[in-house]
């Protein structure tokens, strides 16, 4: 069946190091993939975006490129803030249905 | 954008009781919303599947006569929690598709529920 496996966390960063977030699907086709956020104490919302191979999501300085060849959907921030702290999922669907990951959680700090 | 409103935000009850959860979409229809349990420092777990004027569509290990649910409308979507107990205790969050056909979903801001 359909899977979504994204790597483990915690991260911790310093403020304006990289970040990556790894993340990794299964599908019989090629789904919709998604990258939530969820801040501390709220519910989720979406960053960012892909629906086909080769698309860029991109969103408050996060980026993901959907790629066909490695299954693959990293999210990725050129120097990460401390407002950046928080839970990040990855989510693919192909139905209505969409599958998370674990999810990961980023700390940033000063 | 889309929006979607839970209520209430967070519930405290007894062993026994049994516990309402509203979930809305405020200016979109849903004819199908979902409904997530999230466990602490874990993913959201898929529930079920609300179905506006049909049964709700378990998945598998979900008890349906624990959780029922009714999706009266539209807009309005509830999950009880029946005869809860202390492993209910849980985040429950539902959300509803965009419509754009694009499986974007629109998620609420989650309901806490301590069961004591």
């Known amino acids: 069946g359909n899977s979504v496996t994204q790597m483990e966390g915690p991260v911790t960063l310093s403020e304006e190091a990289f970040l990556t977030i790894n993340c990794t699907y299964t599908?019989?086709?090629?789904?919709?993939l998604f990258w939530y956020v969820q801040y501390p104490g709220e519910g989720l919302q979406l960053l960012l975006k892909a629906t086909k191979a080769d698309d860029k999501g991109s969103n408050k300085g996060f980026e993901a490129t959907y790629r066909k060849e490695t299954t693959s959907f990293h999210l990725e921030k050129g120097s990460v803030q401390v407002s950046d702290s928080a839970v990040y999922f990855c989510?693919?669907?192909?139905?209505?249905?969409?599958?998370f990951g674990t999810g990961t959680r980023l700390q940033v700090f000063p | 954008g889309a929006v979607v409103s839970q209520h209430p935000s967070r519930v405290i009850c007894k062993s026994g009781t049994s516990v309402k959860i509203e979930c809305r979409s405020l200016?979109?229809?849903?004819?199908?919303m979902f409904w997530y349990r999230q466990f602490p420092k874990k993913s959201l777990m898929l529930m079920a599947t609300?179905?506006?004027?049909?049964?709700?569509?378990?998945e598998q290990g979900v008890e349906k006569d624990k959780f029922l649910i009714n999706h009266a409308s539209l807009t309005l979507s509830t999950l009880t929690v029946t005869s809860a107990h202390p492993e209910d205790s849980s985040f429950y969050i539902c959300?509803?598709?965009?419509?754009?056909?694009?499986?974007?979903?629109?998620f609420g801001p989650g309901t806490r529920l301590t069961v004591l």
């Open positions: 609300s179905n506006e004027g049909s049964k709700a569509t378990y």
């Open positions: 200016d979109f229809q849903a004819t199908t």
């Open positions: 989510a693919g669907g192909d139905t209505d249905k969409l599958i």
């Open positions: 599908a019989t086709g090629y789904p919709s």
């Open positions: 959300s509803a598709p965009s419509g754009s056909g694009l499986n974007e979903q629109f």
